[in-house]
């Protein structure tokens, strides 16, 4: 009989002074996500772009360790491509956000421990043909590293969220322009900047509409 | 002694006799030809005309396997379903390793694998399907393979393969010119399947990548444009050659 040498080893999550956040409106979605990147005390760069394109129309704001992070949004990029390419139509936001959970849920009792990534899945829907469920329009989902799914007006990850989540109780409105609402973001991430004591580097913007994705300058 | 039924079995004279008749199913298959031009590329197959009660839009001769690879077949269309569901996914694959898209002649060399694969263990058949695999590389590259129920892989600058694919062969061997604009390549393909093909715009599907621009299924309108002109082109050449009276 083979020998096996077995090793189990389970990382507890931390959060690690990331944030993210999402906005969801009446015909666009905004997401930002903290730049900083750090190894233990160590910045690495201070403007990381967390914000990862799956595809024309959906937008993923990530924080969690990098490793992991990284290695979960490209494959998640990359398995919802053949049967995409097979239909011929693209996936609604919804069954993404599926697949998503699926996989962080997945992947608790296995290959040592869950994904250490918490995310906002933003994305546009377009009515393409019959095939479509019917679906049209923005939709963002709130994601967490334990496979926690909720569809949500608006959302955010981290330390950073809790002071966020205060500001968009406040001042989110549902039918706000693009200009109100990155306005709003900025706000956001202001908060963020004032209120946290560790730096989170540079925001990186990302508005979703019906042209796609596009990015905010600063 | 017939040396016919094992795939796994030479015959006397050096055949697998199975893999020939792999062939002989993918003779039988609507034709598909696949031509390259300056930079573009054009794949044009012979689309059975449409039943009425059928949703014509699901039956896809030519099929997608990322943004800048298609693939037309010849042959049994169940059997190309499943290679092109196993060329997305080694697509896909490719690019989760290496971040880049997938490079053309790869997925053509990974098909042709497939194939091969299917011939030399027992208890399976060969994929009875010769496929057209048309892709544009990230740095412009544009080229055409065409794999066979063998496993046998070549690039071709022309090809066609499926029924009558002798006389599309021969047309194209005749007329093709390497430098070819894009309309003109379409034109070419258009008018090498049409030697075969009984007329009409309808009983046609073509596909156009180009370089720089998204690749596209050619309208149906531009279509009918497209074989008005062959068309025209063909009238007047045969009056030309009809002896005078």
């Known amino acids: ?218 | 002694m017939s040396y016919d039924r094992a795939l796994t079995v030479f015959s006397p004279d050096g055949h697998l006799m199975q893999i020939k008749y792999a062939m002989e199913a993918v003779q039988r298959g609507a034709c598909s030809v696949g031509v390259k031009g300056k930079d573009s590329l054009v794949l044009c197959v012979e689309r059975k005309t449409a039943t009425q009660l059928q949703d014509s839009r699901t039956v896809k001769k030519i099929l997608k396997i990322d943004d800048h690879i298609y693939l037309a077949f010849a042959g049994l269309t169940a059997d190309a379903r499943v290679l092109a569901a196993r060329a997305r996914n080694e697509s896909q694959s490719f690019t989760l390793n290496y971040e880049d898209q997938v490079d053309v002649d790869y997925l053509a060399r990974f098909i042709a694998h497939t194939q091969q694969r299917y011939t030399q263990s027992g208890g399976r058949r060969p994929f009875g399907v010769s496929t057209i695999i048309a892709g544009m590389d990230a740095d412009g590259k544009h080229s055409i393979y065409m794999t066979e129920p063998s496993g046998n892989l070549a690039r071709w600058s022309a090809v066609a393969c499926g029924r009558n694919q002798k006389t599309v062969r021969e047309y194209l061997e005749n007329n093709y010119s390497p430098d070819a604009n894009e309309e003109d390549t379409l034109k070419m393909a258009v008018r090498s399947l049409l030697e075969v093909v009984d007329q009409g715009a309808r009983n046609i599907e073509v596909v156009q990548l180009r370089t720089g621009k998204p690749a596209r299924f050619v309208t149906e309108e531009e279509l009918e444009k497209v074989v008005k002109e062959v068309e025209d082109e063909r009238e007047r050449e045969e009056s030309k050659n009809k002896p005078k009276p």
């Open chain 1, 1 to 218: 009989s083979k020998a096996t040498v077995s090793v189990l080893y389970w990382k507890p999550y931390t959060y690690n002074m990331e944030t993210a956040i999402g906005i969801c409106l009446d015909d666009h979605i905004v997401l930002a996500c903290s730049g900083n990147t750090a190894f233990y005390y160590m910045v690495l760069t201070d403007r990381e772009d967390k914000l990862v394109q799956l595809d024309d129309n959906k937008l993923v704001a990530a924080t969690g360790e990098q490793g992991g992070r990284v290695a979960l949004l490209q494959y998640i990029k990359c398995a919802m491509k053949p049967a995409m390419i097979q239909k011929g139509v693209q996936n609604t936001t919804k069954a993404v956000a599926n697949f998503m959970r699926q996989t962080l849920a997945g992947g608790l009792r296995s290959r040592g421990g869950a994904y250490p990534v918490n995310c906002l899945l933003g994305g546009f829907d377009k009515q393409e043909s019959q095939i479509n469920d019917g679906t049209y329009g923005p939709s963002l989902f709130w994601m967490d590293y334990m496979g926690a799914m909720q569809k949500l007006d608006y959302g955010t990850h981290g330390y950073g969220g809790s002071f966020v989540t205060a500001c968009l109780d406040r001042h989110y409105k549902k039918n706000m322009t693009q200009e109100e609402s990155v306005a709003l973001m900025k706000t956001c991430i202001k908060t963020v900047h004032t209120r946290l004591t560790m730096s989170s580097g540079q925001f990186v913007i990302k508005v979703i509409d019906k042209n796609g994705v596009r990015l905010v300058e600063e």
